[in-house]
Nanobody, 125 residues
Framework: QVQLVESGGGLVQAGGSLRLSCAAS????????MGWYRQAPGMQRELVAT???????NYADSVKGRFTISRENGNNTLYLQMNSLKREHTAVYYC???????????????????WGQGTQVTVSS
């Protein structure tokens, strides 16, 4: 059983900083990429940042220069350093692992996304 547990969220003032952590446990066959997504009330879940197994990062335009994604490969731990936070960054942030799993019924591999339960980030004005 694979579990992703996020931590580090909370309430901060605008302009402040937070660092989110995601600890992955369990047997993961393959990790193609890890990332952070967020979902604000009434909004669709959106990409924040991703990092591939090769270390290539990708950021949403709205967080470039403010957020930094990093990964500890030896422990499958993911981080998101968030600086200069704004009210519009308020959302539930979810940890994601892009992987593949093998179906015991068909024997085929399928793309599969593991998700954490999310951690609330609230930025006050």
């Amino acid at each position: 059983q694979v579990q992703l547990v996020e931590s580090g969220g909370g309430l901060v003032q605008a302009g402040g900083s937070l660092r989110l952590s995601c600890a992955a446990s369990g047997s993961i066959f393959s990790i193609n990429a890890m990332g952070w997504y967020r979902q604000a009330p009434g909004m669709q879940r959106e990409l924040v940042a991703t990092i591939t197994s090769e270390g290539i990062t990708n950021y949403a335009d709205s967080v470039k220069g403010r957020f930094t994604i990093s990964r500890e490969n030896g422990n499958n731990t993911l981080y998101l350093q968030m600086n200069s936070l704004k009210r519009e960054h308020t959302a539930v942030y979810y940890c994601n692992i892009q992987s593949r799993v093998r179906s015991t019924y068909s024997g085929r591999f399928f793309p599969y996304n593991y998700w954490g339960q999310g951690t609330q980030v609230t930025v006050s004005s």
